[in-house]
């Protein structure tokens, strides 16, 4: 079995729940306030752990209460931490969220996440087998030091370049696994895209930045997920379930689907098995401790087998 390693954010998320969003100027009442670990990076990881890929995180927090709150976290979920250094250089990442109606707004404050370096990300040993994941709330310099650092290693990487900006054509060529939302896609691609659009657009956004074999995988929430592989587009169907909170859907899906490929797993397995991991995860509140264990996926496939199909 490969491993899995996360280069990311680690963040403390405060929560704030509403009837509605407010709008530009406007103050609206809550309801509470609640605090979740998260952060992009974290995120995956503890769902990589949690569905059985021996997993380590690569980041930076701060010396504060948040910081000793998350690492005392996410060693409990089985996280290995040995690269995660402190530094009293600044705060501890932190994620402002708003929650009305299962959707969410997010402003992040990088704060120790912004130190991570080149240095930092290409300490651990990779080897064959294992995968390379990384997101956009770290530095890119780091980032691309870390994919950098996994093919030479022969590791697999994937990139979730969230939240979406613009970033150098040599990452992008660094990448075998790309995997974003319509939001991101119509970003990077420079077109428009809404999660109603016809498949064929997706493909056709996807295909403009497709570099080499890489393969490409849109998330769409409800709709499921559609992949370009080997060329190839893929269809895995959504799950009707009832959303609860959105927020780490899609890192639920990215630490899903490299901890199967870790297994040796199949891309349109791991696709489907990650699609499942997803609808849990929005069915509960907070992000990082709502991502389910391998038991409760295998469960909802027995149940309900996913069934990847061309669009």
């Known amino acids: 079995m490969g491993r899995v390693f996360v280069a990311g954010s680690i963040n403390m998320d405060v929560v704030a729940t509403a009837e509605r969003h407010p709008k530009i100027g406007e103050t609206v009442a809550g309801r509470e306030v609640l605090y979740f670990p998260g952060g992009k990076g974290a995120n995956q990881a503890v769902a990589a752990a949690k569905l059985g890929a021996p997993t380590t995180l690569i980041g930076r927090l701060g010396t504060d209460a948040f910081g000793r709150e998350l690492r005392a976290f996410l060693a409990s979920q089985s996280v290995d931490l040995s690269f995660v250094q402190d530094t009293a250089a600044a705060h ?14 997010i402003v992040v404050v990088p704060g120790a996440n912004g130190l991570t370096r080149p240095a930092d990300v290409t300490a651990p040993a990779l080897a064959k087998g294992d995968i390379a994941v990384s997101q956009f709330e770290i530095p890119q310099p780091a980032i691309t030091a870390f994919f950098r650092h996994a093919r030479a290693a022969g590791a697999t990487t ?154």
């Not at 501890?92 to 707004?105: C, E, P």
């Open 158 to 311: 994937i990139l979730n370049p969230a939240p979406a900006r613009t970033f150098e054509a040599r990452l992008l060529g660094l990448v075998d696994i790309l995997v974003l939302n319509e939001t991101e896609l119509g970003f990077l691609a420079n077109t428009a895209l809404r999660d109603s659009d016809d498949p064929a657009r997706f493909v056709e956004a996807a295909r403009s930045l497709q570099t080499g074999d890489q393969a490409i995988c849109i998330t769409l929430g409800r709709r499921g997920v559609i992949a370009l592989i080997a060329g190839a587009p893929l269809l895995v169907p959504g799950r009707s379930v009832e959303a609860v909170d959105t927020t780490g859907a899609g890192d639920c899906f990215v630490g899903a689907l490299a901890s199967q490929l870790a297994q040796g797993v199949s891309m349109p397995d791991a696709l489907g098995y990650a699609n499942a991991a997803a609808s849990i995860c929005v069915q509960r509140m907070g992000a990082a401790p709502s991502m389910p264990t391998a038991a409760e996926v295998a469960a909802i496939l027995t149940s309900r087998p996913s069934e990847a199909r061309e669009p």
């Open 92 to 105: 501890s990442g932190t994620a402002i969220i708003t929650l009305a109606n299962a959707d969410n707004t």
